[in-house]
C-alpha cells in the first residue's frame, strides 16, 4: 500500500513474513487481506491474530479481497505471530534470542502451539534437551500435565 502513497504499517500475512513490531494497541487504518482475515494460515479460535477484527463491520471493501477498517485496536496477537516469526528465523544463528522471542509470544498467547513449538526447538539448539523433550509431549498431547 506505501507504494500507493496510502501510509500504512505492514502486518503479517502469512506465518514466515518477519514484518516490524507492531504497537500493543494502534490506532488508524488497517487493510487485512481476507486470506489474513479468514485465519487458515494462523492458530484457530482465540489466538487467530487477526480476531480482533472480526468484532467489528469493515468500513470497507476492495475488490472482494482486502478489508478496511479505521479504529483503535489491540495488536497482541499480531505481536504474537511477529515474535513467533522472527524466533524462527533466528534458530540457527542466535538460540538464545529465539528462546527469547519464543517466550515473549507465550506470554501473549499462552496456549499458543506454534509458540511453544519454536521454544521447543530453541531449546533443542540450546541442549536444553530434557525442556524441548517435555514442551514437544504437552503440545502433540501426549503429556497433558502443567510444566
Known sequence: MKYYGVPCRILPGNPGDLQPMPPAVSSGLFIISGLSYSGVEWEPGELQPYKVFHRVQPSDNIGGAMLV?????????????????????????DAAAALHDAQSALALTPTSVRA????????????????AKRWRSVVSGTDCGSP
Not at 483503535?72 to 513467533?84: E, K, M, P, S, W
Not at 513449538?117 to 534437551?129: I, K, M, P
Open 116 to 131: 511453544r513449538l519454536v521454544e521447543a526447538h530453541a531449546f533443542d539448539h540450546l541442549q536444553r534437551r530434557e525442556e
Open 69 to 93: 477498517y479505521y479504529g483503535t485496536f489491540d495488536l497482541g496477537r499480531v505481536q504474537a505471530v511477529n515474535y513467533i516469526i522472527k524466533a524462527n528465523s533466528e534458530l540457527q544463528q
